[in-house]
Every structure is written in C-alpha cells, then in structure tokens.
C-alpha cells in the first residue's frame, strides 16, 4: 500500500526499459517534498519493496515496525523499528523485506530546502541506528501525517528542516566536491545506457566489448566500472534479466521448460536449470 503526498515519479526511460534513473518531479514549491508511507505484508519470500535505481533527491526511509534490507552501491544495511536508512542523491539503492515492514519515507532536494547546506555538497551517514532525536522527530511527522490536521504539511516542513540540521551536524561524513559530484552521475548515466542495451537485447548473444563499444570505453575499463557500481559482470547482470523474463514465461504457462531456456538466450538448457534452481529454490519444471 502507497500512501503519498507530494508529486510524481518518472522514469527517465519507459517500464519495459527497466532505468536505473528514476526522474522525480515535485511541482510543489511550498512543499517540495515527497512524503509516502510504505507498507508490505502477506509475504512468503523475500520481496523487493523498491527496485535498483538512483536519482538525484535525497531518500530516507524511517522504520515504523519490521525490518528492511537496504542497499547503497553494494553495501546492504540491516534496518529495523527505530532505525533512520539514508539513500543520498546519486547513489545506486534499492530495498527488501522478507517480512511485514512499515516505512515513512520522505524525499527531497536539498537545493529546495536548504540552500546553505545544498551549496556544500554534504553526504550523509547511509545508517542512524537508534537516535532518540531522530526517533521523535520521524515520529511526530509520521503522526501529524496520519492526522492531516489543518497546517500538518508546515509541521511536517519545520520538522524536516530540523531534521536536516541534526543530520548535518551529526550524521554528515563528507563534502562532495561538484566535480566529484558530477563525475559519479556520469558513470551511472552510463550504466542507463547498458543496462537499457540489455533488457532489451537480452536474447542475442551480447559479449562485453558490444556493451563497452556503447558508452565509449575499453572492455577491461568497461568491466571493473560495471562491477563496481553494480556489484556484479556484465554476464551475471544478464543472466539475472534473462532468469526474470524466463521466470514470467513460465508462470503465463504457454511455454514448456525448455522452449522458455532458448527463448530467454540460454543455448545450454542443463546449465539454464542449474542457474535457475540457485536463484529461485526450484526447477523451470516446478514452477506453475
């Protein structure tokens, strides 16, 4: 369940291109920001609450109950009730939950709250495990949402600011330089390009110089930027966007085990069933 103040998320690139970069428009300029509350329950596996992507506003996801799994450019965090996980501009993320979990998330540029602190490129702490302070200024702006009380968005507004302020001054461990800045952007503009190249070529036969020759760089240097940023091969990569189609083909129920292998990329069907019991505890055979 969505539960949403604020305005509109859009892709960059269209769903069936799957874009890392997520383009978010706040129309509001007496609020510029984006309040959600998240809830995901009924679960019966590990579930992603939010995809990979990044973009360039600032996300902050506060534990109300349960647990979440977040990542930050390969780094998982384990974030329980109380816990503050912060995703900064530019980085890639994304989250999952295993059981029932309830977020307050609240999105923002900080150029469009707080100048003074825009100017100076700050990054905070990805993790604020059990602050007191923080604790009761997400509680109060998760209540004065509930509520929707006449003046709850300048509330919420104020409380935010000050949240800023206490992040700043206590949870800030480095001051990006513009340059420094720009640069990450551009090699995740990158990756957009390749990994849009791949969902939808996903069935050729793609080798690693192809995907390098797009964005103009050498294979070696292709290779060592693709895992760093994603943590995995430009192969792995694949094989996970072709296990998922391979996946929805089975579940539609038109297509046989073997037939889904070959029309997924998979020439060696005994190979695509080992890969495939890894990723998802069962044969192609199994699923239904």
């Known amino acids: 369940m969505y539960d949403r103040i604020g305005q509109t998320?859009?892709?960059?690139?269209?769903?069936?291109?799957y874009s890392l970069?997520?383009?978010?428009?706040?129309?509001?300029?007496?609020?510029p920001i984006e309040i959600l509350i998240k809830s995901s329950s009924n679960l019966r596996e590990k579930k992603a609450i939010f995809g990979l992507h990044w973009h360039e506003h600032i996300e902050l996801h506060y534990i109300i109950s349960g647990v979440l799994e977040g990542t930050v450019d390969?780094?998982?965090?384990?974030?329980?009730?109380?816990?503050?996980?912060?995703?900064?501009?530019?980085?890639?993320?994304?989250?999952?939950?295993?059981?029932?979990?309830?977020?307050?998330?609240?999105?923002f540029?900080?150029?469009?709250?707080?100048?003074?602190?825009?100017d100076k490129n700050i990054v905070f702490q990805e993790m604020v495990s059990q602050d007191a302070f923080v604790k009761e200024l997400m509680t109060d702006i998760y209540e004065e949402y509930e509520r929707k009380e006449i003046g709850y968005l300048l509330v919420c507004k104020g409380k935010i600011l000050q949240l800023i302020s206490y992040l700043t001054r206590n949870y800030s461990h480095a001051m990006l330089t513009e340059k420094e800045s720009l640069k990450h952007m551009k090699k995740l503009e990158r990756l957009n390009t390749v990994r849009h190249y791949i969902e939808h070529h996903y069935t050729e036969d793609?080798?690693?110089?192809?995907?390098?020759?797009?964005?103009?760089?050498?294979?070696?240097?292709?290779?060592?930027l693709f895992k760093e940023c994603l943590?995995?091969?430009?192969?792995?990569?694949?094989?996970?966007?072709?296990?998922d189609k391979a996946m929805q083909l089975l579940k539609s129920g038109h297509c046989g085990a073997a037939e889904v292998a070959g029309?997924?990329?998979f020439g060696d069907y005994n190979y695509f069933g080992r890969i495939f019991r890894r990723k998802f505890g069962v044969t192609p055979t199994q699923v239904k």
């Open 9 to 17: 998320t859009q892709n960059a690139l269209d769903r069936s291109g």
């Open 21 to 31: 970069y997520e383009k978010k428009i706040i129309s509001n300029r007496d609020f």
């Open 74 to 107: 390969q780094r998982t965090y384990v974030v329980r009730e109380g816990d503050l996980a912060v995703f900064n501009g530019n980085v890639l993320h994304s989250g999952f939950c295993s059981s029932e979990v309830t977020t307050l998330v609240i999105i």
């Open 109 to 118: 540029r900080m150029e469009d709250l707080a100048g003074e602190f825009a």
């Open 206 to 224: 793609i080798t690693n110089g192809e995907l390098a020759a797009l964005i103009h760089l050498s294979e070696d240097r292709f290779n060592h």
């Open 231 to 243: 943590g995995v091969s430009p192969l792995q990569y694949m094989n996970e966007v072709r296990l």
């Open 263 to 265: 029309m997924v990329g």
